[in-house]
């Protein structure tokens, strides 16, 4: 069972080029996790707790002992990456680092204090976009010890403990890249073995029973040079690996680095209440996926009335459903305006307001849309079933799934099934290989899914 103390954790990495000005003309190939960091943050604040946990896995070790800031002040800068117009500066939750050095030593293990000195980039890039969310509240970094600790359960049961005992509402934000070997151009080079782990972390995370982080194989971990497995153990162990509302926000590589930002548990989240946007009074409640091409609409016209930052619905019945949402604008003459979405499960409500703005304004291959254009559009919301692994092409059918496909470098694309023109599998995965980059002679993942379209009324 979850400690009610955890009201949030989450997995950010923590790769300065996500930062906006750090990264420069190599940010719009990231662009999907800079999106879901964003998200993440907003998710931390909107859970409203009082303390704020980062697990860190560039802060000073030292073998046998977890180490945690006390200094007065939290501050990072990304000076050293060439950027001088940011720092990070949050107050740190001394009484909290406190307790839980009580916690950890009633548990026999051993802490440290890290007295002095900036935090490194596996915190100072999470709390970047914390801060930017609006997050300035009491903050506690913690440093790991060896790598593969197996006293990792112990510390998240320490850190749920003092959260308890100083009467805390904590979020905690497990920071960690994925393997750093996904393609020869990686920091440390290609190994095979670097992209099966990023398959099976993700994977993991979206489909397996959250305990099982604590068998994966060691050699694989150390084969594809990752630093994502200890915190994200450390933060599922906060919340007694409970799952409530885990889900993968996005997964791309295409420096060579696997980048997963993911909710690993959300206390106040369930599938039958709103999105936290959502919650404030007053809110409609749809409950019929028929309704979803006028919701879209709305959250456009809401755009450009400058409150689109407000959804006034909420969904009942299949609506509560968490399901992957894509939006799709279409001229009234059938050209394609947009079409932005998500496969991973989420709020359909929420999914399918955001989705909806991004595509008329965000789809880098159109011109954004203007007021005027609204009465000649047309919007569509397809609703996506379960994704499944393909073994075979046989099992693929255009008209019916849809199909993803991801290169060893993180490079992919999605297609949606029933597209006019897409009459064969040949062409689907031709179709799907170019929108994501990928030679037609390159090996992806392929994985397929049914969808449900439903398209405005004239």
């Not at 162990?237 to 959300?266: C, I, K, M, N, Q």
């Not at 019916?400 to 023109?421: C, F, M, N, S």
């Not at 993942?445 to 449900?452: G, N, P, S, V």
């Amino acid at each position: 069972m979850s400690s009610e103390a955890i009201v949030f954790a989450g997995l950010m990495p923590h790769a300065p080029v996500l930062v906006p000005g750090v990264g420069g003309d190599r940010a719009p190939q990231v662009e999907a996790t800079i999106e879901a960091m964003a998200r993440i943050a907003q998710a931390v604040v909107d859970a409203q707790p009082d303390s704020l946990l980062i697990i860190s896995p560039h802060s000073p070790r030292r073998s046998g002992a977890f180490g945690i800031w006390t200094t007065p002040r939290l501050r990072g800068s990304f000076e050293r990456f060439g950027f001088h117009a940011s720092e990070v500066d949050m107050p740190a939750d001394i009484a909290l680092a406190e307790q839980l050095r009580e916690e950890a030593a009633a548990r026999g293990l051993h802490t440290w204090r890290i007295a002095h000195g900036a935090l490194d980039h596996g915190a100072t890039v999470p709390l970047s976009f914390l801060q930017l969310a609006g997050w300035q509240g009491p903050t506690v970094v913690l440093s790991l010890s060896d790598p593969g600790d197996p006293q990792l359960d112990r510390l998240g049961e320490a850190i749920a403990a003092a959260a308890r005992a100083q009467r805390r509402r904590l979020a905690v934000i497990a920071s960690g890249d994925m393997s750093h070997r996904l393609m020869p151009e990686a920091p440390c080079g290609f190994h095979p073995d670097g992209p099966q782990f990023d398959a099976a972390f993700i994977g993991l995370l979206r489909n397996g029973p959250p305990d099982a982080i604590r068998h994966l194989d060691t050699e694989l971990l150390e084969h594809a040079a990752e630093d994502v497995v200890d915190p994200t153990r450390v933060a599922l162990a906060t919340v007694g690996f409970a799952s409530e509302h885990r889900t993968v926000l996005s997964y791309e590589g295409p420096f060579g680095v696997g980048y997963a930002v993911a909710v690993l548990f959300d206390h106040a989240h369930r599938p039958a209440e709103p999105n936290a946007s959502c919650r404030a009074g007053g809110h409609a409640v749809l409950s019929d996926f028929r309704e979803l091409p006028r919701l879209a609409r709305r959250a456009v016209e809401a755009s450009f009335a400058g409150d689109a930052d407000t959804c006034l619905f909420t969904g009942s019945g299949e609506l509560a459903v968490p399901h992957g949402v894509f939006v799709t604008i279409r001229s009234d003459d059938g050209d394609l305006r947009g079409c932005r979405g998500s496969p991973d499960p989420g709020d359909v409500i929420e999914q399918t307001w955001r989705h909806a703005c991004s595509s008329a304004f965000h789809d880098t291959r159109f011109a954004p849309l203007r007021i005027d254009d609204l009465p000649h559009v047309r919007f569509s919301v397809s609703v996506l079933g379960e994704i499944e692994p393909v073994e075979s092409l046989a099992e693929l059918d255009p008209a019916r799934y849809g199909v993803l496909v991801a290169a060893i470098d993180g490079r992919g694309a999605l297609l949606l099934p029933g597209i006019e023109g897409i009459n064969s599998v040949a062409d689907q995965l031709r179709c799907v290989k170019q929108k994501a980059g990928i030679p037609l002679d390159e090996w992806v993942r392929i994985e397929r899914f049914t969808a449900q379209a439903f398209h405005e009324e004239e």
